[in-house]
T-cell receptor, first 112, second 117 residues
Framework: SQQGEEDPQALSIQEGENATMNCSYKTSINNLQWYRQNSGRGLVHLIL?????REKHSGRLRVTLDTSKKSSSLLITASRAADTASYFCATDIGGATNKLIFGTGTLLAVQP | NAGVTQTPKFQVLKTGQSMTLQCAQD?????MSWYRQDPGMGLRLIHY???????DQGEVPNGYNVSRSTTEDFPLRLLSAAPSQTSVYFCASSYGDREWSGANVLTFGAGSRLTVL
């Protein structure tokens, strides 16, 4: 079964609005990452948050992590049409390997 | 720097045929992995390698074989293709060292779309 589940599965907003995506996971993690995938392309890393961090910012991105609830959220502020893509969370469960387990993704459509 | 290069980009196979998806990276990454992406399922880990000569199974390894004879290459072999293996396959790599920030951030290839008839 998937380690990460994103919510919502799909999100449609207008340009300039904020977009929030959530990720829930099942087991303890070392870090959690967010990736973006444009249609027909490979995934691109956006941001990483470690298990001992609660919030992180990068440009228009803000990520929060609540390890007690096993959940994370990705906020994209002042969205643009170019932000239209699928967004995935990925969890590193630690241990001797570097396995990243991905969630099912949120499809974000930003209308111009 | 080419990053992660996957070939072929598209492939059509008949049931029972075998083939190899190629993956090469030029970033001296120790860690390499293969994922498959299916609608509504996200990405699922097939096999991974933490260094040359070392491979291990991921979430969905059945029907696939890998080897890692060099740091640069990590081919994925389909032994006897089945329609259930119709998917988009992604190769990804990272430095794999947990001791510094960003170490296990994955760099992805562009993907290989496989159809099994």
């Amino acid at each position: 079964s998937q380690q990460g589940e994103e919510d919502p599965q799909a999100l449609s907003i207008q340009e300039g609005e904020n977009a929030t995506m959530n990720c829930s996971y099942k087991t303890s993690i070392n870090n959690l990452q967010w990736y973006r995938q444009n249609s027909g392309r490979g995934l691109v890393h956006l941001i990483l948050i470690r298990s001992n961090e609660r919030e992180k910012h990068s440009g228009r991105l803000r990520v929060t992590l609540d390890t007690s609830k096993k959940s994370s959220s990705l906020l994209i502020t002042a969205s643009r049409a170019a932000d239209t893509a699928s967004y995935f969370c990925a969890t590193d469960i630690g241990g001797a390997t570097n396995k990243l387990i991905f969630g099912t993704g949120t499809l974000l459509a930003v209308q111009p | 720097n080419a990053g992660v290069t996957q070939t072929p980009k598209f492939q059509v196979l008949k049931t029972g045929q075998s083939m190899t998806l190629q993956c090469a990276q030029d970033m001296n990454h120790e860690y390499m992995s293969w994922y498959r992406q299916d609608p509504g399922m996200g990405l699922r880990l097939i096999h991974y390698s933490v260094g040359a000569g070392i491979t291990d199974q991921g979430e969905v390894p059945n029907g696939y074989n890998v080897s890692r004879s060099t740091t640069e290459d990590f081919p994925l072999r389909l032994l006897s293709a089945a329609p259930s293996q119709t998917s988009v396959y992604f190769c990804a790599s990272s430095y794999g060292d947990r001791e510094w920030s960003g170490a296990n951030v994955l760099t992805f290839g562009a993907g290989s779309r496989l159809t099994v008839l």
